[in-house]
């Protein structure tokens, strides 16, 4: 099988050599609490440092209006650096995203019972739930 030809399953042609995950829903919670962590105590304290230490290009790219090269400069230097400061930002969204979702996970199937009629969807449906919580828009 190649390309994106489907396998008699219905899985599509590229997923045909996945793996399956396998997870100890016994450490889910601390893997939640670890990412939690990290993104609580080692990345949110430093994400202003990161921007603050970034060149706020005012004295090597100084304004000038009949230079259209450093214009173009200061410009792509301003666009990137604040492109830099929402990947930072995405990171540190996504990976408490994916502690909620860990967290959800490990509340819900803490029995054995209920983990092995987990599916795919439960695992998609925690993802979702931990993008769009209750009473949030």
Same mark, same amino acid.
């Given at each position: 099988?190649?390309?994106?030809?489907?396998?008699?399953?219905? =899985?599509?042609?590229?997923?045909?050599?996945?793996?399956?995950?396998?997870?100890?829903?016994?450490?889910?919670?601390?893997?939640?609490?670890?990412?939690?962590?990290?993104?609580?105590?080692?990345?949110?304290?430093?994400?202003?440092?990161?921007?603050?230490?970034?060149?706020?290009?005012?004295?090597?790219?100084?304004?000038?209006?009949?230079?259209?090269?450093?214009?173009?400069?200061?410009? =792509?230097?301003?666009?990137?650096?604040?492109?830099?400061?929402?990947?930072?930002?995405?990171?540190?969204?996504?990976? =408490?995203?994916?502690?909620?979702?860990?967290?959800?996970?490990?509340?819900?199937?803490?029995?054995?019972?209920?983990?092995?009629?987990?599916?795919?969807?439960?695992?998609?449906?925690?993802?979702?739930?931990?993008?769009?919580?209750?009473?949030?828009?």
């Amino acid at each position: 099988m190649s390309g994106n030809q489907s396998s008699s399953d219905g =899985t599509p042609g590229w997923l045909s050599d996945y793996q399956p995950i396998e997870v100890d829903v016994s450490t889910l919670e601390r893997f939640a609490k670890a990412l939690q962590d990290e993104v609580d105590l080692n990345l949110k304290p430093h994400m202003a440092g990161i921007f603050d230490g970034l060149d706020p290009a005012t004295s090597p790219f100084g304004h000038k209006r009949d230079f259209l090269e450093l214009q173009d400069a200061w410009y =792509t230097y301003g666009t990137r650096k604040a492109q830099t400061m929402n990947v930072v930002q995405h990171f540190a969204d996504a990976t =408490t995203q994916l502690a909620e979702a860990a967290r959800i996970l490990a509340a819900n199937y803490r029995t054995s019972d209920r983990l092995a009629a987990t599916r795919l969807s439960d695992v998609q449906g925690a993802l979702s739930q931990a993008e769009h919580p209750e009473g949030s828009a």
